[in-house]
Antibody, heavy 120, light 108 residues
Framework: QEKLLQSGGGVVQPGRSLRLSCAASGFHFSSYTVHWLRQAPGKGLEWVAV????????NLADSVKGRFTVSRDNAKNNLYLEMNSLRPEDTAVYYC?????????????WGQGTLVLVSS | EIVMTQSPATLSVSPGERATLSCRAS??????LAWYQQKPGQAPRLLIFGASTRATDIPARFSGSGSGTEFTLTISSLQSEDFAVYYC??????????FGHGTRLDIK
C-alpha cells in the first residue's frame, strides 16, 4: 500500500529555517517524480517544488526560489524540503505528493500534511 | 503561467440532485486536467485525471468532461459524503502547476 508519511514542521520565527521530511513506502520511490505543495489557512492549493525520480532535475515556485531547496535520498526513500529565511506568508500546511508514473503532473498519493507556522 | 478559474465559488445542492462544477483555463491545456476533492482537515483526493478518467476507487457518479479551455465535473446524485471543496488543476504546461481557487459544495 502506497504511503507518504510526513514529519517536521511546527512554529518558527521569521527569518529562521525548518526542514520537512516525507518518507515513502509501499512503492518504488526511486521511479517517481515527487512534489511539494502547500495550502495557506483557508486558502487554495499552491505548487511549491518538484524533483525528478533521480534528483537531477528540480524546480521551485518563484515565491520560494532562492529560499527553499528540494532534495531526495532514494536509498532511504525520503523526500526533503529545506526552508530558509522563512516569512509569515510561508505559513501553510505543506503536502508531499507523488506524481504519476509518467511524471505527468497530477497526484494520486498525498502525505497527511504538516503545518508550518511562521510567527514571532 | 496558466491561470485556472473555477465557478461558482460556492454551490448549494440538495442530496440526490446533480451538481455541475466548471473550470476554465487561460489557454488551451488539451485534456491535461485533474479534479480533486478536499474535506476539512484532510489532504486532497484525486478524482479525475486526463479530464475524464476516474482515479482508482472513485465512484461512477463522478464524471469529468471537456478539453482545451473549458472543463466540467459532474456529480450525478449527491451523497452526504460529497459535500466538500473541489479543485481543478492543470498539468499541461509546468512548472508551475496551477490550481483553481476551488468550488465549495454545500448542502442545500
Amino acid at each position: 500500500q502506497e504511503k507518504l508519511l510526513q514529519s517536521g514542521g511546527g512554529v518558527v520565527q521569521p527569518g529562521r529555517s525548518l526542514r520537512l521530511s516525507c518518507a515513502a513506502s509501499g512503492f518504488h520511490f526511486s521511479s517517481y517524480t515527487v512534489h511539494w505543495l502547500r495550502q495557506a489557512p483557508g486558502k487554495g492549493l499552491e505548487w511549491v517544488a518538484v524533483i525528478s525520480y533521480d534528483g537531477d532535475k528540480k524546480n521551485l515556485a518563484d515565491s520560494v526560489k532562492g529560499r527553499f531547496t528540494v532534495s531526495r535520498d532514494n536509498a532511504k526513500n525520503n523526500l526533503y524540503l529545506e526552508m530558509n529565511s522563512l516569512r509569515p506568508e510561508d505559513t501553510a500546511v505543506y503536502y508531499c505528493t507523488r506524481d504519476s508514473i509518467t511524471s505527468s503532473g497530477y497526484y494520486e498519493y498525498w502525505g497527511q500534511g504538516t503545518l508550518v507556522l511562521v510567527s514571532s | 503561467e496558466i491561470v485556472m478559474t473555477q465557478s461558482p465559488a460556492t454551490l448549494s445542492v440538495s442530496p440526490g440532485e446533480r451538481a455541475t462544477l466548471s473550470c476554465r483555463a487561460s489557454q488551451s491545456i488539451s485534456s491535461n486536467l485533474a479534479w480533486y476533492q478536499q474535506k476539512p482537515g484532510q489532504a486532497p483526493r484525486l478524482l479525475i485525471f486526463g479530464a475524464s478518467t476516474r482515479a482508482t476507487d472513485i465512484p461512477a457518479r463522478f464524471s469529468g468532461s471537456g478539453s482545451g479551455t473549458e472543463f466540467t465535473l459532474t456529480i450525478s446524485s449527491l451523497q452526504s459524503e460529497d459535500f466538500a471543496v473541489y479543485y481543478c488543476q492543470q498539468y499541461s504546461d509546468w512548472p508551475p502547476i496551477t490550481f483553481g481557487h476551488g468550488t465549495r459544495l454545500d448542502i442545500k
